[in-house]
């Protein structure tokens, strides 16, 4: 989908931001070092207070966030113009976060909340995350999402309209890898440390049957599952190597967790990534996916088929044949090879839209961020 159809709702957003004689917003963002944080803040008219550390954890660590302890809020009320939630608030439970919500009323100082998890991808039970998220979504001044199905799910929790602000591009000017040729379509799937989200054993045994059924039909087609060295299921990861270990066409990678240049190196190397989620709402592997002109594959959970529709292909878990047809489709005419020329001309367009993308969810911030401050101030 084309920039100029995708923000059609970012008109409103998109208005002129003043001039850089005025003081940049100050934001306690949560978290602050998120790479998605960084990238929607406007350096130029945006400055993010750094994560204050909490006691007793390692440095870098910036759970419990403290921004949303009432006594950070009352410390450190003259440090910041507004706290903006977008991670974390797992570590607290609804009630804290009420009086989160109510020590910043007292304070007059705005809360924005982007929800950009309407099920949470570390947790199992969604009761306290659900409860969590509407308080939020009620106590906040301004709500975001990132799609507009997504809005439509807050809607009808908040009884409030969300703002509508796409997920932006986080490689910025980094370079985007253009793959390595092969002469087999490669379908890669991984499962990190198969956090609760992750459907790390059904996702495998249907991929296998599906390599096998489109390879028994003359198809050169391997695929890769990838997990890390360390996971929060052993289990699981011995069961996804014995249904791996005898299928002709499928190797299972076991490794370090990759940073992100390696990571976009393994992505850019496929002909189609298979996204395992049991739940979830968006996601940001199917961004960097569109970055790098990979087909996404994945189960209709949340909202990730609304993120770049023609990109995405749906299956379900246990349903071998949806995912070869998926697989199939993926790779259609719309498709470009790794290492083509044709992958490496629509990664560089890509690249071109959502620079100016990136620029528009920057404005988009920034103008909302002024417009709460603004509301706050003649209340």
């Not at 084309?2 to 208005?15: F, G, K, M, S, V």
């Not at 020329?341 to 404005?363: F, I, N, S, Y």
């Amino acid at each position: 989908m084309r920039y100029t159809h995708r923000h059609a709702r970012l008109h409103e957003e998109e208005e002129k931001i003043v001039t850089s004689t005025v003081p940049p917003v100050r934001v306690a963002a949560v978290p602050a070092a998120h790479p998605y944080v960084i990238a929607v803040a406007d350096p130029a008219h945006v400055r993010l207070l750094a994560d204050p550390q909490p006691p007793g954890v390692p440095a870098g660590q910036w759970w419990p966030p403290q921004v949303l302890l009432p006594a950070w809020l009352k410390a450190h009320a003259a440090d910041f113009d507004l706290v903006h939630v977008h991670f974390g608030i797992e570590s607290y439970s609804p009630r804290e976060l009420a009086e989160t919500v109510e020590t910043l009323s007292a304070l007059g100082l705005p809360l924005v909340y982007t929800v950009h998890d309407l099920e949470n991808p570390q947790l199992v039970s969604q009761d306290d995350h659900r409860a969590s998220l509407a308080v939020l979504a009620a106590g906040a001044d301004a709500l975001i999402t990132l799609t507009g199905t997504a809005a439509d799910e807050v809607r009808e929790i908040a009884h409030r309209a969300p703002t509508v602000i796409p997920h932006p591009t986080l490689l910025a000017d980094a370079a985007r890898p253009r793959g390595t040729a092969s002469d087999v379509t490669r379908v890669g799937v991984h499962l990190r440390d198969l956090r609760p989200n992750i459907d790390g054993v059904g996702t495998t045994a249907t991929l296998v049957r599906a390599v096998a059924d489109l390879r028994a039909q003359g198809a050169r087609v391997e695929a890769v599952v990838r997990m890390n060295e360390r996971v929060r299921d052993a289990e699981a990861a011995a069961s996804i190597d014995l249904l791996a270990r005898d299928a002709e066409g499928v190797t299972v990678e076991r490794g370090e967790r990759l940073d992100d240049d390696a990571l976009a190196r393994w992505i850019a190397d496929l002909d189609a990534c298979l996204l395992p989620y049991r739940h979830g709402t968006q996601s940001g592997w199917a961004e960097l996916c569109h970055d790098l002109a990979v087909p996404v594959v994945s189960t209709r959970v949340g909202h990730i088929a609304a993120q770049h529709p023609t990109d995405f292909h749906s299956f379900d878990v246990g349903e071998p044949v949806s995912l070869a047809r998926a697989i199939v489709d993926a790779t259609g005419p719309a498709w470009s090879a790794p290492g083509s020329t044709a992958r490496e001309a629509e990664v560089e367009h890509r690249a071109v839209e959502r620079r100016a993308e990136l620029d528009a969810v920057r404005a988009a911030h920034v103008a909302l961020y002024r417009r709460v401050i603004a509301a706050e101030a003649a209340a």
